[in-house]
């Protein structure tokens, strides 16, 4: 765990050119199809948080495990409230209509334990909107 953490705390720097890239880009503009604005949203595994903000949610909690991300985050995006955590050991009281999860389910290391965890954020009408990605195709 402290590997994967050490990792992307590394990336962090660097992570604001990558998110120009056209793989991004196209993220954002599918989620922003999916996910109305003005709506509730998390996103687990956040990183600096522009995807989360691109999708102008009227109450937005970014989550990310990466201090140093956390920390750019907070810098880019003052508006949107971060917490430093394991995503599948984020828990708020709040029930959210969307929860996002990009490019994070192939990256945990106990993926029923971050939808279970998820599942304690929702109501019968929240979406789960998610994408990953597979190293082997």
Do not use: W
């Amino acid at each position: 765990m402290a590997e994967r953490k050490t990792f992307y705390d590394q990336l962090a720097a660097d992570r604001p050119a990558e998110l120009d890239r056209h793989y991004h880009r196209l993220l954002k503009n599918y989620f922003a199809f999916l996910v109305p604005p003005a709506q509730r949203v998390p996103e687990l595994g956040c990183g600096l948080g522009d995807l989360l903000a691109e999708l102008q949610p009227a109450r937005a909690v970014g989550v990310d495990f990466s201090p140093r991300m956390i920390e750019a985050a907070r810098q880019r995006h003052p508006s949107v409230e971060f917490h430093t955590d394991e995503a599948a050991a984020f828990k708020s009281e709040e029930k959210f209509d969307y929860i996002v999860m990009s490019d994070l389910v192939s990256d945990v290391p106990d993926v029923q334990k971050l939808f279970e965890q998820a599942r304690q954020s929702a109501t019968a009408e929240t979406r789960l909107v998610l994408n990953f990605f597979n190293n082997l195709c």
